[in-house]
């Protein structure tokens, strides 16, 4: 556990809330900037898609693999969460 100047010992839930705070501050600040390279590079990203397509698809299985479980588990908890509307809209 890491303290402040004050001496006030950080939490963990203070330290992910000014983590996500932080990030998020990045984020809208950086926003322009990550738009324009994204549009720069968008051409030279589809051409390496294209060229390592063997390699893309490799990561996207062992990916899907890694989180297949956790996909599972979230399909689960949205039928259960939304099991009457899901079965009227059924009928």
Known sequence: ???????????????????????????????????????????????????NRDRVLQHKKKYREKNRDKEKMRHKKYFEANREKILDRAR
């Open 1 to 51: 556990m890491t303290t402040t100047a004050n001496d006030v010992p950080m939490t963990t839930t203070t330290t992910s809330e000014a983590k996500r705070q932080y990030y998020k501050e990045w984020y809208e600040k950086n926003k322009l900037r990550r738009k324009e390279y994204n549009m720069k590079n968008k051409d030279h990203v589809r051409e390496w898609h294209q060229k």
